[in-house]
C-alpha cells in the first residue's frame, strides 16, 4: 500500500527529467520510504527537480514547441494592447486612454510582453562565491524566426512608447 508520502515523493519526482527519473526514481522512492522524510526532505525533492531541469535547460536543451507557441502567442496578447493604443495616437491623437491605470499600464505592456518572450531562450545563473560576492551569468539559447519577431515587435514597441512618452512631456512643457 502507498503512503501518502511516497505519493508525494512521485510527484516531486515527476518534476526531474525523465532521464534522472529513470535512473534514480527507484532509489529515491526507497530512501524517502526507509528514512521517512517529512516535509522538508520533500520540498527538497521538488528543489532539487527543478535545479535539474534547470540545469537541462541551461546546458541548451531544444525548448518544446508547446511552450514556444505559449510563449509567442502570450507575448503577443499582452503587447497588443499598447500597439492598439498607438496606433489609435498615430491616427487620432487626441484621444486619451479612458481608465486612468492605462498612463502606466501601456509602457509596461511591451516590457512584459518582452520578458514573456524571452523566458523561454534565456537562462540566468546567479553563484555566490567563497567570499560572499555574487556572479551572475545570462546564455541566450537560439531562438525560431516566430520567436524572433514577435522579440523585434516588443523592442520596437518599446521604443515607439518611449518615445511617444518623451513626446508628450515636452508638448506638455512647452504648452
Same mark, same amino acid.
Given at each position: ?21 529513470? =535512473?534514480? $526514481? !527507484? #532509489? ?14 520533500? *520540498?527538497? +525533492? &521538488?528543489?532539487?527537480?527543478?535545479? =535539474?531541469? $534547470? !540545469? #537541462? ?14 510563449? *509567442?502567442? +502570450? &507575448? ?6 499598447? $500597439? ?92
Amino acid at each position: 500500500m502507498r503512503t501518502v508520502r511516497t505519493l508525494l515523493a512521485r510527484a516531486c519526482l515527476r518534476v526531474y527529467p525523465r532521464t534522472w527519473r529513470d =535512473r534514480y $526514481a !527507484d #532509489e529515491v522512492l526507497l530512501l524517502v520510504e526507509d528514512a521517512g522524510g517529512g516535509i522538508g526532505d520533500l *520540498v527538497d +525533492l &521538488a528543489i532539487g527537480g527543478l535545479r =535539474r531541469r $534547470a !540545469d #537541462e535547460l541551461h546546458g541548451g536543451a531544444p525548448m518544446s514547441p508547446m511552450i514556444r507557441s505559449a510563449a *509567442v502567442i +502570450l &507575448a503577443t496578447v499582452v503587447a497588443l494592447p499598447a $500597439a492598439a493604443f498607438i496606433g489609435l495616437q498615430l491616427i487620432s491623437p487626441d484621444v486619451r486612454p479612458a481608465p486612468a491605470y492605462a498612463n502606466w499600464l501601456i509602457p509596461i505592456l511591451p516590457a512584459m510582453a518582452l520578458l514573456i518572450a524571452l523566458g523561454p531562450v534565456v537562462r540566468v545563473g546567479i553563484r555566490r562565491d567563497e567570499a560572499g560576492g555574487m556572479t551572475v551569468t545570462a546564455r541566450v539559447l537560439p531562438m525560431p524566426r516566430s520567436l524572433l519577431a514577435v522579440v523585434a515587435f516588443c523592442v520596437a514597441l518599446m521604443g515607439v512608447v518611449v518615445a511617444y512618452g518623451i513626446s508628450e512631456n515636452l508638448l506638455e512643457v512647452l504648452r
